[in-house]
Antibody
Framework: EVQLVESGGGVVRPGGSLRLSCVTSGFTFDDYGMSWVRQAPGKGLEWVSGINWDGGSPTYADSVKGRFTISRDNAKNSLYLQMNTLRAEDTALYHC???????????????WGQGTLVTVSS | QSALTQPPSASGSPGQSVTISCTGTSSDVGAYKYVSWYQQHPGKAPKFMLY???KRPSGVPDRFSGSKSGNTASLTVSGLQAEDEADYYC??????????FGGGTKLTVL
């Protein structure tokens, strides 16, 4: 059974930093790209960042570019999100998601974690 | 990276069909056949429902179907059941390892 378990969320002041982790099991981690997707309270889903199977080609939403860094450790089956210079608008539940591959491209999120809550408040 | 446009709400009676639209641009929905849909019940993680516009992963009932025309994709739920009441989100691959989601549609089964 595929499992994705996030941790590292909490309450942080504006301008502060947090590092989120996502530990995975039940599949060969280094066969898959991964992403972070967030959901502000009462709001919709927002793609935040993605990374290829080998850690290459990290990509970011414009809203977090230059402040967040995605990384992975394939030996630990883990995905990370370093979040710096946090703002109130970064308050959200952060999900890690596995990127699934169909015919021709890897384009969807086929497994999701339950999320870890980040609250940015003074 | 503007969000895809979905109606905020949709509804139907048990047994009826309902269609939810998802409008993007020629850079995302219109550019790729890589639209996916997700169902989210309150307090739960999103569940993967459709990929590559029309394809269903194993375990998803064939009551759920998808289509696309130009910059607009659609999810149709046929034979509505009470358990279909949830939020639904579309997503499109936008190239170069980027994605965009819709704002979500709350489906109510009357």
């Amino acid at each position: 059974e595929v499992q994705l378990v996030e941790s590292g969320g909490g309450v942080v002041r504006p301008g502060g930093s947090l590092r989120l982790s996502c530990v995975t099991s039940g599949f060969t981690f280094d066969d898959y790209g991964m992403s972070w997707v967030r959901q502000a309270p009462g709001k919709g889903l927002e793609w935040v960042s993605g990374i290829n199977w080998d850690g290459g080609s990290p990509t970011y939403a414009d809203s977090v570019k230059g402040r967040f860094t995605i990384s992975r450790d394939n030996a630990k089956n883990s995905l990370y999100l370093q979040m710096n210079t946090l703002r109130a608008e970064d308050t959200a539940l952060y999900h890690c998601a596995r990127v699934g591959c169909g015919s021709g491209s890897c384009s969807y999120f086929d497994h999701w974690g339950q999320g870890t809550l980040v609250t940015v408040s003074s | 990276q503007s969000a895809l446009t979905q109606p905020p709400s949709a509804s139907g009676s048990p047994g009826q069909s309902v269609t939810i639209s998802c409008t993007g641009t020629s850079s995302d929905v219109g550019a790729y056949k890589y639209v996916s849909w997700y169902q989210q019940h309150p307090g739960k993680a999103p569940k993967f429902m459709l990929y590559e516009v029309t394809k269903r992963p194993s375990g998803v009932p064939d009551r759920f179907s998808g289509s696309k025309s130009g910059n607009t994709a659609s999810l149709t739920v046929s034979g509505l059941q009470a358990e279909d009441e949830a939020d639904y989100y579309c997503s499109s691959y936008a190239g170069f390892n980027n994605w965009v989601f819709g704002g979500g549609t709350k489906l109510t089964v009357l």
